[in-house]
């Protein structure tokens, strides 16, 4: 079964950046499509990005277009999000997840607090 540890979180003021990091295990990482999520709480959780096995083709929400990156280590079995001139609706906690989505259970995720 698929483990997902993400970390990297914190509270960050308007404009700042963070660093999301997310750790599998229990699968192949590196024959799997990724998936950064976020939710809120009372809402769905919503896809941020997505990048394929190699890492060549990542895919954003338009909301966070030109401001976040994904990219992926497959050595390292690790995920990450970098994520820059935050804003205060980006304030939600982040998921990762395989892609697409195979009903693997999710992770604590990792919270993200942008307030000034």
């Known amino acids: 079964q698929a483990q997902f540890v993400e970390s990297g979180g914190g509270l960050v003021q308007p404009g700042g950046s963070l660093r999301l990091s997310c750790t599998a295990s229990?699968?192949?990482?590196?024959?799997?499509?990724m998936t950064w999520y976020r939710q809120v709480p009372g809402k769905a959780r919503k896809v941020v990005a997505n990048?394929?096995?190699?890492?060549?083709?990542?895919i954003y929400a338009e909301f966070v277009k030109g401001r976040f990156t994904i990219s992926r280590d497959n050595v390292k079995n690790t995920l990450y999000l970098q994520m820059n001139n935050l804003e205060p609706d980006d304030t939600a906690r982040y998921y990762c997840n395989k892609s697409p989505y195979d009903y693997e259970p999710w992770g604590q995720g990792t919270q993200v607090t942008v307030s000034s």
């Open positions: 990048i394929n096995t190699s890492g060549s083709l990542p």
């Open positions: 229990g699968f192949d990482f590196r024959n799997f499509g």
